[in-house]
């Protein structure tokens, strides 16, 4: 099946709503599992507007980049709830607003 | 030759420090070692040097006549390379480096006991970079060891100082560093624009007579100015000083008063004036109202301390203060004179800080209101400590005097006015002076305090020091026949001295 | 002509032999060598003494240049003429008996080697200064004098007391040695040289009488020559300096080193004939000098300081002398004053040595018949310090106040000046012999001056008496001094007056017809008494003018002000990271939220530069 | 019909996001982001990336979340923590990320204004995507590796929770 001829500005467009949704919830959200959440967002609409480029040029570059992202999107989510767990487990909050001493 | 005797300190100073693991001892050892192999190196060489090159004037711009000359290649694509030369001035300044490194290494004999071997290796290290200012004739070159000699002197007083060896090793520091990167700042400037055509080039050589003029020269001449003025150190950038002499042991204080002040002194008289003349004269008057403040300056407070060792370092203040005054008078006289008391300062203050480490290594206090009467208990110290508070304060018949009065004979051609402040300096000075023996060797001894008098190492080390100091009180001209070619060298660079002189300062025409 | 090098290298060399023995030298051979060389450079002195007198030939000898810079090189060479040769025998010569009697004296001192170092460091300096053939090897002489009378006025170190008066010395004479310094800075860059002789020439060819330039250089020259001499405004130390051992007063600070101001003045006589302005100072002040230090001599009670204050005086006198032009007057005066005062002091010192070191004259008395011989010595000394006819003194001073009187204008002036002061020199000095050798007993002495105390005493007796008739060879130094005919009535007045004091001292202090208390009763006197015994409060004077300031002022920066600019460089850097510390608060949503505001603002720079 | 299909998943992705971000539990808002997710692997695949629209729904709705919902039980935050994550939610504290983001967002469309140019319509094979990964990306590859295995060993460094460090509580 071929793909679909889509103007790339809407794509981009999207991408960007995307995008300022997750800075939303990173600026919003007090519990630090929430701003993960945001940021998974984040990558993942810088993600879409490079899928959105590779196609555009209709070459394999945007998806290598995207698989990229996704490694470092896990590899992010994996030490970031790992600190998740540490910060439950030292302040015994979740709240990031609290945790501000930036000392263990 | 230069190369080698730079590699063979800095060697020297690495094996020091790893043969600290075999005995601790042996460091010490190495230490004095190198130095006197180096001696040995840079007499033979200048052995090798036909008389008559040491007559003859050298021309600054070019690599003839220098002494001894070479240059390498180092990092073409920026005009950058290793260049060094050695006429008589730096002759002169080596062989008092490489002397009061080796009374630097003796003043410290038994002193150290924490990891001697890198102790040894940041004095060797010290006066690598010492030894590399002296002979570099490359800008970038120059900056590279200025560097150099700055990091193992830190070193020195943070490790091996006194109770408060963080905050003066930190001031010294940072002096030093700040000044320093402004004078990069400049030499980029010197060499991006200096050599003009698009080329880059740090060589001295090609540097002369190049500085931009107007406002940009006064402001680029500034960065050297500051850099030399902190190490000097003139007024009123001294107060890293009397920190770090007093808190920096007594190799440390030996070689900071004894030659790393004498860097700032050589910097202005080879690279600060000579590449802005324009600038340099019209910033005369202000200079040389820096020296003549400091001098006053660093006497009265030197007599107020109760410190033996800050009190001769605002002795320090106070000497250094004529040779800013001797090198912005820029005539023979004055120029002799500043660069004697270059040398006889060395002397004088080394030695006095050899007593002053000595004592507090008996004592265990620098505190002159703890002392007193200790001529009593080691009359060879008082008649040390007496020969060399009268050389400080500028007895006839020893360096210190032929300095003085050279300088000050020289300025008043110049400006009376200012020689007659500069005078009081003459004055104040016996005061500190004099009461630094009233408080230490004089007055009511403790007849009880057991004390140490100066061993046969401590005592070969004063002797050697008091009669360098009457050698050149009574025959200097030796030290005036090596940089007489210098001075005729670098004096024609500045063709407008008397009038800008004599325009800017009141009383300038006598 | 190499006897000339070995005058001042006999001690020297002395001196050196002496501290590389670091105090380990057996005392008697320390006093041998210490005395034996001022006696061998004494020898040399008199053989060319005897050489110049009989076919005065100014003798020159060059050691070696000392430096060469550009036009200036001074050398380390020596000019001996009439004057030189006066001077280097009264140092070597008086020197050399007080070196003797050191010997004695000193015995019992633990440092006596150090003792002896000293003495011979400066009588090797004095040398030099007197024998220099230019101004900077002078000026080293005279340096070095300064020194050498500061270790030794601090000799017994461990009194702080001593140490101070030394410090003063040194101090007081440094500040006109600076101004003698500066004086050598203008004759250099305006003459071209510092060579006594052809510096002479030059200003004479190059300057006017009256100039400014040669009123401003001897002026500074005369600066230090007050210093040195202990004339007014500097003569402030001198009193205090008699805290030294007794011999070292006699050499240094009544017959040598003092004098030297007097001697650079005659020396360079060729300038101050050039300035009449500095002329008429030196004159002044040597006559204000003479009455304020003749005043205070009148009510000190301490001997050492008497003989002290008199010394002041008796110099005052050499500058009048100067001032008005008979150089030859005032050096003929130096030298004479050079016997007796050494006499009074070492007769002073005797006493004191006897008496388990009393320096009060109230508890001392009767020791006429107890100590005779230093009696004798005192009683001599004293007459020629009055100028009793006959004794050495009075032909010095005679000399001096017919001088005076000759000159015009102010002549008589000074004349009358000088004759007050004679009469109080007259008045003091025997106040001195009549309370401390007659009347009542009051301490025992308990030795008698061995031959090493009572030859030089018995020898400086005799210069003293005799002195006066020896013919000075100035002839050749000093431009012939003008005839002037003699008043007779001048003259008369000029003997009488000693005569006069004589007189009232005894009816004051001997007779008691003048009783000093009855004099005193009144509280005006008394606090003139006081005034003049504190020396008319000069030493307060300048310790609220310049002492205390000096330290206050001192101990007020002591802790580096200029620190301040840059603790305040500091202040202000802690005070900004402070102020940007709220920006790092680990806050995270707080670093997001900025991070988008700076994105906003990035994006807004974009958008306004996009074309 | 297929662009319809693609702004309908636009459409579901933008509001399942803005869904998921403003719950005040954390599984719910999971579920949210995971619908999000399968939102865009539609897009992908519309555009002509089946690859990397399999591998979206594969490790992004698939592993990743899978990681959150283990944190989520492992926490047990239950009703406290939703009743304080209410609060936090409450409307004043919306007001500067809203404007900011309302900021950024019309900063972004004027850059955006007048982009031209549209997706080719040529999907690309994951053969193609292999061949490109495996050539001139294949440092890109072994950084990544790089990375996921630091991301390992620091994960697992971090997540040992229960053992207690000497001089802690």
């Known amino acids: 099946m071929d793909g679909l001829m889509v103007p790339m500005e809407h794509v981009l467009v999207i991408a960007g709503l995307l995008f300022i949704c997750g800075l939303f919830g990173l600026m919003l959200r007090r519990n630090i599992i929430f701003m993960l959440m945001s940021l998974e967002v984040m990558l993942n609409s810088a993600a879409l507007a490079f899928i959105a480029a590779g196609a555009h040029w209709g070459q394999a570059d945007g998806q290598i980049i995207f698989m990229l992202i996704l490694t470092v999107a896990a590899a992010e989510v994996a030490v970031g709830l790992g600190l998740v767990l540490q910060i439950q487990r030292r302040f015994k909050t979740l709240d990031m607003d609290q945790a501000h001493r930036l000392r263990g | ?510 | 002509m190499n006897t000339i090098a070995l005058i001042p290298l006999f001690p020297l060399l002395s001196a050196t032999l002496l501290i590389m023995s670091a105090g380990r030298m057996p005392r008697h051979i320390a006093a041998t060598i210490g005395a034996g060389s001022v006696g061998l450079s004494a020898i040399c002195v008199a053989l060319l003494a005897r050489d110049f007198l009989a076919d005065g030939q100014v003798l020159e000898l060059t050691l070696w240049t000392w430096m060469s810079v550009g036009d200036f090189a001074p050398r380390i060479a020596f000019y001996i003429d009439g004057l030189s040769i006066v001077m280097m025998s009264v140092i070597t010569g008086v020197g050399f008996l007080i070196h003797l009697y050191s010997i004695e004296f000193m015995w019992e001192d633990e440092s006596i080697c150090r003792y002896f170092t000293y003495m011979n460091l400066f009588v090797a300096a004095m040398l030099l200064l007197v024998m220099a053939d230019n101004l900077l090897l002078l000026y080293l002489g005279w340096e070095g004098v300064g020194v050498c009378s500061y270790l030794l006025v601090g000799f017994w170190y461990k009194d702080s007391a001593n140490g101070a008066a030394a410090r003063k010395a040194f101090i007081v004479t440094r500040i006109g040695d600076t101004a003698m310094a500066l004086g050598l800075f203008l004759l250099l860059t305006e003459l071209g040289t510092l060579d006594i002789q052809p510096m002479m020439i030059a200003a004479n060819s190059q300057w006017q009488t009256g100039d400014a330039l040669p009123v401003l250089a001897t002026a500074l020259l005369l600066g230090g020559a007050v210093g040195k001499s202990a004339q007014l405004p500097l003569h402030t130390w001198l009193p205090d300096a008699m805290a030294g051992p007794t011999p070292v007063s006699a050499l240094i600070h009544a017959a040598t080193m003092v004098t030297a101001g007097v001697y650079l003045i005659a020396r360079t006589y060729g300038l101050f004939l050039l300035a009449p302005p500095t002329m008429e100072a030196v004159a002044w002040i040597g006559l204000a000098t003479l009455l304020i230090a003749g005043f205070t001599a009148l009510a000190q009670n301490d001997i050492k300081r008497i003989l002290a204050y008199s010394t002041i005086s008796q110099i005052g006198y050499m500058f009048l002398a100067l001032g008005v032009g008979a150089f030859a007057s005032g050096i003929f005066h130096l030298m004479t004053h050079a016997f007796f005062k050494a006499l009074l002091f070492l007769a002073a010192g005797a006493v004191i040595h006897c008496l388990h070191h009393e320096h009060n004259i109230f508890r001392m008395g009767g020791l006429r018949t107890r100590l005779p011989i230093v009696f004798l010595s005192f009683f001599i000394g004293s007459a020629a310090l009055a100028a009793l006819p006959f004794t050495s003194g009075f032909y010095s001073k005679d000399a001096i106040l017919l001088s005076a009187w000759a000159l015009e204008d102010i002549g008589p002036w000074l004349w009358a000046g000088g004759l007050l002061g004679a009469l109080l020199t007259s008045i003091y000095s025997f106040r001195l012999v009549f309370i401390v050798f007659f009347g009542e007993a009051k301490t025992e002495p308990d030795r008698q001056p061995g031959w090493k105390m009572a030859g030089p005493l018995l020898l400086l007796c005799l210069l003293s008496l005799v002195g006066g008739w020896f013919a000075l060879p100035l002839a050749g130094v000093f431009p012939a001094a003008a005839e002037h005919t003699v008043n007779h009535a001048v003259e008369w007045i000029s003997i009488g007056t000693p005569l006069l004091g004589l007189l009232l001292a005894y009816l004051m202090f001997l007779g008691g017809q003048l009783s000093v208390d009855k004099m005193v009763a009144s509280s005006g006197a008394r606090a003139l008494r006081d005034f003049w015994f504190s020396g008319w409060r000069i030493d307060q004077l300048y310790d609220v003018l310049w002492v205390t300031p000096y330290k206050k002022i001192s101990y007020w920066m002591r802790n580096e002000p200029v620190d301040a600019i840059y603790n305040g460089i500091v202040a202000a850097n802690q005070w900004a990271h402070h102020r940007l510390l709220v920006l790092q608060n680990g806050e995270l949503r707080w670093y997001a939220t900025t991070m988008v505001v700076g994105l906003i603002l990035l994006l807004a720079v974009m958008l306004r530069n996009a074309p | 019909m297929l662009a319809t299909l693609f702004y309908i998943a636009a459409l579901i992705a933008l509001t399942s996001t803005m869904a998921a971000l403003t719950r005040a539990n954390a599984a719910h808002a999971l579920i949210y982001l995971i619908v999000s997710l399968l939102a865009v692997a539609v897009m992908f695949f519309l555009m002509g990336a089946p690859f990397a629209a399999a591998l979206e729904v594969v490790i992004y709705a698939g592993a990743i979340m899978v990681l959150f919902v283990f944190v989520i039980m492992m926490l047990n935050l239950g009703d406290t923590g939703e009743d304080r994550e209410r609060e936090w939610l409450a409307g004043r504290n919306w007001f500067v990320p809203g404007a900011m983001a309302a900021l950024l967002l019309i900063e972004m469309l004027m850059v955006l204004g007048d982009f031209q140019g549209v997706t080719s319509g040529n999907a690309v094979s994951p053969k193609a995507v292999g061949i490109r990964l495996f050539g001139p990306y294949l440092l890109a590859v072994e950084i990544a590796s790089m990375l996921l295995l630091s991301s390992l060993v620091g994960a697992y460094h971090l997540g040992r929770r229960f053992i207690v460090r000497r001089g802690e509580h």
């Open chain 2, 1 to 510: 030759m230069m190369l080698e005797l730079i590699m063979l300190l800095l060697a020297g100073g690495v094996v020091a420090w790893q043969s600290e693991r075999f005995n601790p001892n042996l460091p010490r050892w190495i230490a004095m070692a190198t130095v006197i192999l180096g001696m040995l190196l840079l007499l033979s060489t200048i052995s090798g040097i036909p008389a008559d090159t040491f007559n003859m004037v050298t021309e600054p711009s070019k690599a003839e006549n220098w002494l001894l000359y070479s240059r390498h290649e180092w990092i073409p694509r920026f005009g950058i390379s290793l260049e060094l030369g050695m006429d008589g001035l730096s002759l002169l300044m080596l062989i008092l480096t490489l002397a009061l490194g080796a009374i630097a290494i003796v003043s410290s004999w038994n002193e150290i006991e924490f990891n001697p071997g890198l102790f040894q290796a940041n004095l060797l290290w010290t006066l690598t970079g010492v030894i590399g200012v002296f002979l570099a004739l490359d800008l970038f070159l120059f900056f590279l060891f200025w560097e150099v000699m700055l990091i193992p002197m830190y070193l020195l007083i943070a490790i091996w100082g006194h109770e408060n060896r963080g905050y003066a090793a930190m001031k010294f520091f940072i002096f030093t560093q700040v000044s320093g990167l402004l004078m990069l700042l400049s030499i980029i400037v010197l060499a991006v624009q200096g050599a003009g055509d698009g080329d880059i080039s740090f060589s001295y050589g090609d540097l002369l007579g190049s500085a931009p003029t107007g406002k940009a020269g006064m402001l680029t001449m500034l960065g050297f100015f500051l850099a030399f003025t902190v190490k000097l150190p003139g007024f009123p950038f001294h107060t890293w000083l009397p920190d770090a002499h007093t808190q920096a042991p007594t190799a440390g204080s030996v070689l900071l008063a004894g030659i790393l002040l004498k860097t700032g002194a050589y910097g202005l008289l080879r690279f600060c004036i000579p590449l802005f003349p324009e600038a340099s004269m019209q910033f005369a008057p202000i200079a040389m109202t820096l020296g003549t403040v400091g001098i006053i300056y660093g006497a009265v407070l030197a007599f107020a301390q109760s410190d033996f060792k800050r009190l001769v370092a605002y002795s320090s203040v106070s000497h250094m203060g004529f040779v800013l005054l001797g090198l912005y008078a820029w005539n023979s006289l004055a120029l002799q004179g500043a660069i004697m008391q270059m040398v006889a300062h060395g002397v004088s203050t080394a030695a006095l800080f050899m007593m002053a480490g000595a004592l507090q290594h008996r004592l265990h206090t620098r505190d002159m209101n703890r002392m007193g009467g200790l001529w009593y208990n080691a009359p060879r110290m008082g008649a040390c400590a007496m020969f060399f508070a009268v050389a400080s304060l500028g007895l006839p018949g020893m360096g210190n005097f032929v300095a003085e009065f050279l300088v000050l004979a020289g300025l008043f051609a110049v400006s009376p006015w200012m020689t007659a402040a500069a005078a009081i300096g003459l004055i104040t000075a016996a005061i500190y002076s004099l009461w630094l023996m009233q408080k230490t060797f004089q007055g009511k001894p403790d007849e009880e305090r057991k004390l140490q008098d100066f061993d046969r190492r401590e005592m070969g080390a004063m002797v050697i020091m008091m009669a360098a100091l009457l050698w050149l009180g009574l025959y200097p001209q030796p030290v005036f026949d090596l940089t007489q070619p210098v001075l005729e060298g670098l004096q024609p660079l500045i063709v407008n001295v008397p009038e800008t002189l004599a325009g800017n300062i009141p009383g300038g025409t006598p």
